[in-house]
């Protein structure tokens, strides 16, 4: 056997093996009726679109009740709902029963759903994590370090947590995501976007990506525009034709009438939610431990004001990465944006922070410290969230796991005694030399309050007056050291230089050809 | 590191905490109970549960020491009628100390890498291509396949019990001899199951403690030491009093023993362990069927051939000479004896006595009295500590965990640890035999790259695992639907397929033993 094939092997069957292990683990809702959890959820959605015509998933009928756990997300979890609702039908048809089987819970049923979220992260999601850090990826030169990285992002936490414990289809959407960044960085523009319209029909969440997508397609669009009118206008023809084509393609059964299509829209953006759901380590929630915003001010003032500082706040990055664009700035950007979405908007989940930790992965190689940091404090966000559902154990569990593989990978004895013919072959460092002590120590320091707040969120009862004591204290605390995080990354991408990467010559040139640009279009606006 | 490695792979343990358990978790909540609430003269005597404490009386103490807290944790699961009680802090407890008391084997096994390191160190070894025999060593040891199955999903404490093993073997080789003798004596209190290896312990400590050696390691006759004989004995005797005292005291010596060696049960354990008697009871059954077939049998035994439900506990043989005890034990004595001949006479010290501590284990496996599965493990544990030193031991290990692990499958049956199962093993081979490959191999050899050291009727053999598995899983129930009529037949493949390959390994390990120096 060849050692690359050892060793991929190797990979493959841990990650499925720690992902098995932690869907042996209750999921959200077990054995709590009348509503159940997201399992619940994603089942009904089987029983609703395996029953009912299509026109009739997202209208509240006689045999679609909304308020029960109605259809929220667009067409292609829809498709894949009714495609698991065909399987399970031939399965057991009791599972899928209309009405009858609601809250259904089973040996079988638990394994069948555990078993397809488990096939769907094989065809999506883990492909495109091997693709991206063996062959996209600019920063590692050894196979060694590239492995490495492959295990430290397929063993993140969070995304397992959330996926096989708690029970949603986040790989299908983050994997179409990352297959739509994979697409980009190697230049096939066309197949990246049309990966990210999958993605973004999956789950509308993924908009959280949308802007640096855009950004990104139309600053390249606009750079060849500027070198070849021609080029240019073909490129932005093509990928608005792709776009457009592969939207209409997932929506074609909602496209009957308008009256269908909003209604749709309508269950897609629920702005009647309200600001935040639970406790969320976003900025209006740590916010709320001062202001009672929730009391104060009404749900469409709130919506503007989300809506309008995310959009202040994103400026920068957006701007950045459009007159700018070059792929490591768009990693950058997809980091940026994902936080800001998160922090800043309107009704946002636990589990979103995932979209966040998504563009994190991509830049473990580049930064393996800042970003093994972040997805410890990103698992840590939705600590409340897994207590709840029964996966203290299984959180524990992975993400002490993580942290070790991620120490024992980089450190120097562990790679001389798995490399001990080749002495000289560039190592992957848990922390770069030219970080300081100073940092060294607020990491101790942050994965210690992490460690303590855990404890007293398990162990001590909070006080009778508070209930949420502790939940929203680990959200503030989590939401810190985002807000921190995001500062880092704008500062990152802001002052990343082009010529420092790969790609250098035609980043540079572009570069050139944008400041030549710029004045060009100072003497316009002087003229004018 | 090592630690750190053996921390990571007690996460994953712990993630395994609400796997399926079997009856063996209650086995345990109920000794926790009775140790905790019924007077020491009453352990051995109370029959409230079907769960009898059938292990010698040390293990029962380390029980007792978990009630303690226990208590604290959840007071119901030590209540004597409590029987099935199993709330989520209570798999919990129990899962946590099968983990905690592991660390005596990451202990044990990392004291033995480094003691490993060194000697290696001393004999020049060639560093080529390889991986650090440390690492690879911790690796085989801590996540052995088995081992994880039996305590971690099964449920079971073999991890602490395999720890004091390992470090009376380690003690032993340092020439700690009587550090090592009141290890194994401990280990001998707390399950009995050790007795299998009792005999290589025996000669190898009477051998070096009693007489000395000549510059090529003969022995020296003369050199019998009678103040060194009794000082050993004194420490064995002393650790078994402390044990079975109190019981001898109060007259229930026999009571006792009664409870550690049923020789009620059958011949066989439920699921036929892959050892001689399924292949006994294999050509027992084919010769009834043949025979009533051929109708050459009286009447009165062609009813009997024609039962396929044959996996009952006593298995009535129509054909072939019934078994009792004594014939296995004869059996598994004669097969023991050159063993420990050739250690009293071999000159090679440590990697002999390891050697033949795993051989007796495997003669005890293949020939014992009821004999289960999860024994294969006392081979495999002790013989990974030689596979790093010697190509034909480190061959015999490969088929053999590759073997003896998989016939631990049916031990978990449900069909949600199924894809963990196959996912560890599949990972515990492709690592155990990338790394002894590389190890054995010389790099400019090419053409060994698939199943490395293996022959090509062995890497049949293997493959054919596969072919076994698809029909188990799939084919018997789906394809040919013989589930209600022949539920046992894949079990019964499993045995027997593991059992053909199992007495291969120990016809070429005996040979290896006896011959290969």
């Given at each position: ?15 499925i ?10 999921y ?8 159940f ?10 029983e ?16 679609n ?28 048809s ?62 993140y ?8 414990g ?19 960085c ?84 629920p ?47 957006s ?27 309107f ?11 998504l ?13 093994i940091w ?12 897994l ?62 309050g ?10 001590i009862?909070?006080?009778?007056r ?18 921190m ?5 704008h ?16 980043d ?18 002087k003229?004018? | 590191?090592?630690?750190r ?40 005597i ?15 103490w ?19 009628d409590?029987?099935n ?5 209570t ?12 660390f ?37 040891l ?10 971690h ?23 700690c ?14 399950k009995?199951?050790y ?28 050199s ?13 005797a002393s650790v ?23 020789f009620?049960?059958?011949?066989c ?6 050892n001689?008697?399924t ?12 025979g ?25 043989h ?10 296995t034990?004869?059996?598994t ?14 000159t ?13 284990a495997?003669?005890?496996?293949l ?7 999860k024994?294969?493990l ?28 998989y016939?631990?499958f ?13 996912g ?11 790394s ?23 890497k ?6 596969a ?7 799939l ?7 013989l ?16 059992a053909l ?17």
């Amino acid at each position: 056997m060849k050692n690359v094939t050892v060793h991929l092997s190797l990979i493959i069957l841990f990650a499925i093996v720690i992902r098995w292990t932690i869907s042996l683990h209750p999921y959200s809702g077990a054995g709590k009726p009348p509503m159940f959890g997201d399992y619940e959820a994603q089942r009904h959605w089987m029983e609703i679109t395996y029953n009912l015509p299509v026109g009739d998933w997202y209208q509240n009928t006689t045999d679609n009740d909304l308020q029960y756990w109605g259809l929220d997300y667009p067409p292609l979890t829809a498709y894949h709902s009714w495609a698991l609702g065909i399987v399970s039908h031939s399965l057991n048809s009791s599972w899928v029963e209309l009405h009858k089987s609601r809250g259904l819970e089973s040996y079988d049923h638990k394994l069948f759903m555990r078993y397809s979220v488990l096939v769907v992260d094989l065809i999506v999601y883990l492909p495109a994590v091997f693709v991206y850090f063996l062959f996209c990826s600019p920063g590692l030169h050894d196979q060694y370090s590239q492995l490495v990285v492959c295990t430290v992002a397929l063993l993140y936490p969070g995304l397992m947590l959330i996926d096989y414990g708690h029970f949603q289809y986040n790989c299908v959407s983050l994997g179409f995501a990352l297959w739509g960044v994979i697409g980009l960085c190697k230049g096939h523009d066309l197949l990246g976007s049309l990966a990210f319209v999958l993605a973004l029909n999956y789950k509308q969440m993924e908009l959280y990506h949308a802007v640096p997508f855009f950004c990104y397609l139309l600053g390249k669009c606009i750079s060849h525009f500027r070198k070849n009118y021609h080029e240019g206008m073909v490129k932005f023809v093509k990928l608005s034709a792709v776009v457009l084509a592969s939207f209409s393609i997932c929506w074609l059964p909602f496209l009957q009438s308008r009256e269908q299509l909003t209604q749709v829209l309508h269950r897609l953006f629920p702005f009647a939610r309200g600001l935040f759901e639970d406790k969320v380590a976003n900025v209006w929630c740590s916010l709320s431990l001062v202001v009672k915003f929730k009391q104060i001010l009404s749900i469409s003032a709130l919506t503007k004001i989300c809506l309008t500082t995310t959009l202040l706040l994103i400026i920068p990055s957006s701007l950045d990465l459009l007159f700018r664009p070059s792929i490591p700035k768009f990693k950058l950007a997809l980091v940026n944006s994902s936080l800001i979405f998160f922090l800043f908007s309107f009704q946002v989940h636990e589990k979103s922070i995932l979209l966040a930790a998504l563009p994190v992965l991509l830049l473990l190689p580049e930064n393996f410290f800042a970003c093994i940091w972040f997805l410890l404090i990103s698992t840590f966000s939705m600590l409340p969230l897994l207590v709840n559902d029964g996966l203290t154990i299984a959180f524990l569990a992975s993400t002490l796991l993580f942290y070790l593989l991620c120490d024992i990978l980089t450190c120097v004895e562990f790679q001389q005694s798995v490399n001990r013919c080749n002495q000289n072959i560039t190592r992957l460092k848990f922390f770069l030399e030219k970080q300081s002590q100073m940092l060294f120590a607020a990491f101790i320091v942050s994965i210690t309050g992490m460690v303590i707040l855990t404890f007293v969120l398990l162990a001590i009862r909070p006080p009778e007056r508070y209930p949420d004591l502790f939940p929203v204290i680990v959200s503030a605390y989590s939401c810190a050291h985002f807000l921190m995080f995001l500062v880092y990354f704008h500062w990152c991408q802001l002052t990343i230089s082009p010529s420092s990467f790969l790609s250098s010559s035609n980043d540079r040139t572009e570069s050139i050809q944008d400041n030549l640009s710029v004045k060009r279009q100072h003497k316009k606006l002087k003229s004018n | 590191m090592l630690w750190r490695i053996s921390l990571a792979i007690s996460c994953v343990k712990l993630l395994l905490v609400y796997a399926y358990h079997s009856t063996d978790f209650e086995v345990h909540r109920n000794w926790m109970a009775i140790t905790n609430s019924l007077p020491l003269d009453e352990w051995y005597i109370s029959d409230i549960s079907q769960w009898t404490l059938d292990y010698p009386p040390v293990f029962a103490w380390m029980e007792k020491c978990f009630t303690y807290v226990a208590a604290f944790i959840d007071p119901q699961m030590l209540i004597l009628d409590n029987l099935n009680y199993a709330s989520n802090s209570t798999i919990a407890f129990q899962r946590l100390s099968v983990i905690v008391t592991d660390f005596i084997l990451v202990y044990a096994v990392i004291e033995y890498a480094k003691y490993y390191k060194k000697i290696s160190k001393s004999s020049s070894e060639s560093e080529g291509n390889n991986f650090d025999p440390q690492l690879v060593l911790t690796f085989l040891l801590l996540a052995n396949v088995g081992l994880l199955i039996v305590d971690h999903i099964h449920f079971q404490y073999n991890g602490i019990l395999f720890g004091i093993l390992i470090l009376s073997i380690l003690r032993i080789s340092q020439d700690c001899l009587y550090e090592g003798a009141f290890w194994f004596a401990l280990l001998l209190n707390m399950k009995h199951i050790y007795l299998y290896i009792a005999p290589a312990f025996g000669i190898y400590l009477l051998r070096n403690a009693c007489f000395q050696s000549d510059k090529d390691g003969r022995i020296i006759w003369t050199s019998f030491s009678f103040q060194r004989i009794f000082f050993l004995a004194s420490i064995v005797a002393s650790v078994f009093t402390i044990s079975f005292g109190p019981f001898l005291l109060k007259g229930q010596l026999f009571q006792v023993l009664g409870r550690l060696f049923p020789f009620k049960r059958g011949l066989c354990h439920a699921y036929w362990a892959p050892n001689f008697w399924t292949l006994y009871n294999v050509l027992d059954k084919g010769l009834a069927i043949a025979g009533s077939r051929l109708n050459l049998l009286p009447s009165n035994m062609t009813s009997a051939a024609a039962m396929t439900g044959g996996l009952v506990r006593e298995y009535e043989h129509s054909i072939l000479p019934t078994v009792k005890p004594f014939h296995t034990f004869l059996l598994t004595a004669l097969s023991m004896l050159p063993l420990v001949l050739r250690l009293w006479f071999s000159t090679k010290g440590r990697n002999c006595f390891v050697e033949c501590l795993s051989m007796c284990a495997f003669c005890a496996f293949l020939f014992g009295w009821h004999v289960h599965e999860k024994a294969v493990l006392l081979i495999t544990i002790p013989l990974t500590l030689v596979v790093l030193d010697e190509k034909s031991w480190a061959k015999i290990f490969l088929l053999l965990s590759f073997v003896g692990h998989y016939s631990l499958f049916p031990l978990i049956y449900t069909s949600a640890e199924s894809p963990f199962k196959c996912g560890v093993f599949l990972m515990y081979t492709i690592f155990s035999f990338y790394s002894l490959g590389k190890r054995h191999l010389r790099r400019t050899k090419k053409d060994d790259h698939f199943l490395p050291l293996m022959t090509v009727t062995e890497k049949i053999y293997l493959v054919g695992f596969a072919l076994l598995h698809v029909y188990n899983q799939l084919l018997h129930h789906y394809v040919f639907r013989l589930n209600s009529t022949l539920p046992f037949l894949p079990l019964l493949f499993t045995s027997l397929y593991c059992a053909l390959g199992v007495f291969y390994i120990w016809i070429i390990s005996l040979k290896t033993f006896l011959l290969n120096r």
